[in-house]
């Protein structure tokens, strides 16, 4: 496969005016009718008279024509993925007719059909599998599209903008025709036909307009759209408030399907949903779905102008809408809930996943140099670290400079396709403040690492830190620059009080909280004034996506816990504590004892209701397996699952009636909310019964068999589910998971779930359990969710199963992923993932885990999507 480098970027030769496209649907295929009215790009620098188009292998030409004459055959060249007129006049208008196959469409790009409904995904390059054009987001194109149907199948037919026509055709067929008055990329085009049922709500904007909402989802999930749609109106509203933004066209149409490969997708007036990011009622979602379909829907809605009315000059520049979205996302979620929380939420993904990501073989900036296959670059680096980004540049400007420079990015920028350069470049000319050291962030893989040293001077009253900066190492970058880091520091005296931070020495007001601006490779800061030496509370808030090494005492940190005024660094210190107790104990196979301070600091948790109860619930959380691997040299997993169970069990047992106590105590009165508070205390509740279950406690057992039964909403059910499926209750376990089937199984969301909380076990998802589970009717291998819950959720969280020592694991992923290369090369590419950062494992696990991905290398015809993926990895 060939490499595009970002150096070779070339503005379009041709431009798109307007795309006017006829489709019609049939059983077996589809028919389009498409005509582009194209003009020579003035711009552009090639005198060459030939036009190229995107196309694919999969998609037959039936006929072009140009300018109303049809093309002789020597006149142009089918390539397979390409399409060379020899001679083009200037200004011209290409009639091109394809035939498709939707029906036999399993990579689900392009145009397919899900549960028999027909719907599209053009990002990144799809709208190529459907017509030839020219299929890159810098080409602007204003579509008018038809979509003719049976109408006793297909009543519903949606495409982007305006409905401007409709009417019944011969042979009980109909058509509607759809307009989209704002200019887009292909890869936001969207169309769905279907029998669909149609949920309708309005939002009366800032300025006074009236917007149409629509959900349109199979009549079984009619009575599941009434959180999207809430979730919608409050981020149409936030958008205006916090933005300025105010929806554009006169309808928003949101749509469910159940075969999607990602999350969702935010073509222009119509976005299209995974079914699971989109559709919950309290009986069938949880209080973590609930909260995701509200921050997707926000997400996708926002898109609307940071992804749609500005968009990406090129496809490396996808972080431009994709980590500026997250960032907005992000705030909302934090604006509609606890922002603490939501700040812990992100920067414990970050640490395990991003991290990890960015110190293996995938390693790429922000803004990628080079890539084969752009669905693989959809990654938590162009989303997450990509959003951070933003954020510190929202930390070092602050919120009104921030909302100045968005605003002219916005204004200067509307209807255009542009750079991330061009979005740093607004912040700068809106703020006054030279970014230029800052864009390395885009620039520069991998993680910065800080380490930090401290010391007093109590003659002088002085306390330096000093802070050196380095960046590893990433594939094909090596001898890193510094970069500018927002570093946000405390100060706390022994009596928990925080300390002003002067520093200077004539300093009379200080405040006790402080962004520190890295930009050498070294830095010391002098605080002037203490009469003792303070503990630090450093990167609060965790203000930069960076590792910091500090040489806390276990003292320190249980003191950190509870006394740091940041929360997002109560939490932390609670982590580091937790972290330093497990490591001690991995390898060690005796009796060692858990550190009383950890037991004690986790008891005062659990008894002081005066505290912040979201906040507790997250503290209470153990760091996780993935994040005690990422943080390990050489890790031998199931060394780390021993330990972190061992710590787990011990803290278990001691604070036995203290988890019966905030059981009890966290009962949940009155109706279903999904309100900070509610949530705080389900989970509260749910971490303790579960700790208890470890422990394979009788009492425990009674109460979630208890809370099974008479469970109002997912969130309590499937806590006890889990609590049982993780016991030694075998027997409770089967009948619990058969009642919980027996009741759902017609409910594929509720099914995923199902599928979920066994493969993800320790305890149930044994390697012929996962395959038991692949042979049961409900699981179908044309279906991501399915896949990705079992197959997904056994690499990614049942990890001692998946290190199992005889390699077990990792040939069966081999082998899974062989099979869907040739079905959805897309799903395949990103379920290697656990298999690149083979070199980090102990030699007993990495060999094993390259020969599983040398395997998937021989496979015969791989796709470009899992060549591109295994070749970095064994490179
Ligand atoms: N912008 C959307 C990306 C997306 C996508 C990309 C590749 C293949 C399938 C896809 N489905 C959706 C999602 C988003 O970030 O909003
Ligand atoms: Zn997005």
Redesign the pocket.
């Known amino acids: 496969p060939q490499t595009i480098y970002l150096k070779d970027y070339r503005v379009p030769v041709f431009l798109v005016d307007h795309v006017d496209l006829r489709f019609e649907l049939f059983d077996d295929g589809a028919r389009v009718h498409s005509v582009l009215s194209m003009r020579r790009n003035p711009g552009s620098d090639s005198a060459d008279k030939s036009l190229e188009l995107n196309g694919d292998p999969l998609t037959t030409l039936e006929s072009l024509s140009l300018d109303g004459s049809e093309l002789a055959k020597d006149a142009f060249e089918d390539r397979a993925d390409k399409l060379v007129i020899h001679e083009v006049p200037d200004s011209f208008e290409l009639d091109v007719v394809t035939w498709l196959e939707p029906q036999n469409n399993t990579r689900l790009?392009g145009l397919y059909q899900s549960s028999g409904m027909f719907c599209t995904?053009c990002?990144?390059e799809g709208f190529r599998c459907i017509t030839y054009f020219p299929d890159r987001p810098d080409v602007m194109a204003r579509f008018r599209t038809r979509i003719e149907a049976d109408k006793a199948s297909f009543p519903i037919l949606l495409s982007n903008g305006n409905d401007v026509e409709k009417g019944d055709l011969d042979g009980g067929r109909h058509f509607v025709t759809w307009e989209d008055p704002f200019p887009k990329p292909c890869y936001l085009f969207a169309l769905v036909a279907g029998n669909l049922v149609e949920k309708r709500d309005s939002f009366h904007t800032m300025s006074g307009r009236d917007i149409d909402l629509r959900m349109y989802v199979e009549p079984r999930n009619a009575e599941k759209c009434e959180h999207a749609m809430d979730s919608l109106k409050r981020a149409m509203r936030w958008d205006e408030e916090v933005y300025g933004r105010e929806y554009d066209l006169d309808i928003f149409m949101i749509v469910a399907v159940d075969d999607f490969?990602?999350?969702?997708?935010?073509n222009k007036g119509l976005n299209i949903f995974n079914s699971s990011c989109v559709l919950a009622s309290q009986e069938t979602a949880t209080d973590q779905a609930f909260q995701r379909i509200e921050s997707i829907v926000a997400?996708?809605y926002f898109?609307n102008w940071s992804g749609n009315r500005v968009t990406c000059r090129d496809w490396f520049q996808l972080s431009l809408k994709?980590g500026f979205?997250v960032f907005r996302d992000s705030q909302f979620s934090a604006d509609m809930g606890s922002p603490t929380v939501k700040r812990i939420e992100d920067a414990a993904m970050l640490r395990t996943a991003q991290f990890a990501e960015d110190s293996g073989p995938m390693a790429h900036p922000v803004r990628p140099e080079s890539y084969m296959e752009i669905?693989n670059f959809?990654t938590l680096t162009i989303y997450e670290k990509g959003c951070e980004v933003v954020g510190m540049i929202h930390t070092l400007l602050g919120p009104d400079m921030f909302r100045k420079g968005s605003d002219l990015y916005f204004e200067r920028h509307d209807g255009q396709a542009v750079t991330t350069d061009d979005f740093v470049r607004a912040m700068e000319d809106a703020s006054g403040r030279d970014l230029s050291q800052f864009r390395l962030w885009y620039e520069q893989a991998g993680t910065p690492e800080l380490t930090v040293q401290d010391e007093y001077d109590r003659a002088a009253g002085i306390y330096r830190l000093t802070i050196d900066q380095t960046i590893p190492e990433t594939p094909g970058q090596t001898n890193k620059k510094p970069q500018h880091i927002p570093f946000a520091i405390g100060l706390l005296g022994t009596g928990g009080e925080s300390l002003p931070l002067k520093l200077g020495a004539g300093e009379t007001e200080a405040p006790t909280d402080r962004v520190l601006e890295l930009t050498e490779a070294s830095h010391t800061f002098e605080f002037h004034d203490l009469s003792e030496r303070p503990v630090p509370s450093l990167l609060r808030n965790f203000s930069a996506p960076v590792r910091v090494y500090y040489p806390w005492t276990r003292d320190q940190l249980m003191f950190l816990m509870s006394h740091d005024p940041d929360g997002f660094n109560r939490w932390d210190a609670g982590q580091r504590l937790a972290v330093d107790v497990i490591s001690g104990l991995v390898g060690e196979t005796g009796s060692e004892a858990v550190d009383s301070g950890l037991t004690e600091a986790y008891r005062g948790l659990l008894a002081d209701e005066s505290l912040d109860q979201a906040l507790v619930a997250k503290m209470l959380q153990l760091p996780s397996e993935a994040y005690l691997i990422e943080l390990a040299d050489s890790p031998n997993v199931p060394d780390i699952h021993r330990a972190r169970e061992k710590v787990l069990g011990h803290l278990a047992t001691a604070l036995r009636d203290d988890l019966l106590a905030c059981y009890q105590r966290n009962t949940v009165e009155g109706s279903y909310e999904v309100t900070p508070d509610a949530v705080a205390r389900r989970s509260l509740r749910n971490t303790a019964l579960a700790w208890l279950l470890h422990m394979d406690d009788e009492e425990g057992r009674t109460l979630a068999e208890s809370q099974f039964e008479k469970a109002d909403n997912m969130t309590d059910r499937m806590g006890a589910l889990r609590a049982l499926v993780n016991s030694g209750y075998e027997q409770e376990c089967e009948r619990t998971l058969n009642a919980f089937y027996e009741q759902w199984k017609d409910d594929p969301q509720v099914v995923e779930q199902w599928f979920a909380v066994q493969a993800g076990s320790s305890r149930r998802g044994s390697l012929p359990e996962i395959r038991q589970l692949m042979a049961h009717p409900a699981f179908d291998w044309k279906n991501p969710n399915k896949i990705r819950s079992v197959i997904g959720v056994f690499a990614g969280q049942n990890l001692p199963a998946f290190h199992a020592e005889d390699g077990s694991g990792y040939r069966f992923l081999e082998e899974q992923v062989r099979r869907l290369d040739d079905s959805n090369p897309?799903i395949a590419a990103r379920l290697v993932s656990p298999l690149t950062r083979w070199r980090k494992f102990a030699p007993v696990h990495g060999e094993q885990m390259k020969a599983a991905l040398e395997a998937i290398r021989d496979k015969p015809g791989l796709s470009r999507d899992v060549y591109e993926v295994v070749h970095k990895s064994l490179a």
């Open positions: 790009e995904q990002e990144a490969n990602m999350g969702a997708m935010e997400h996708e898109h994709e979205t669905t959809y897309q």
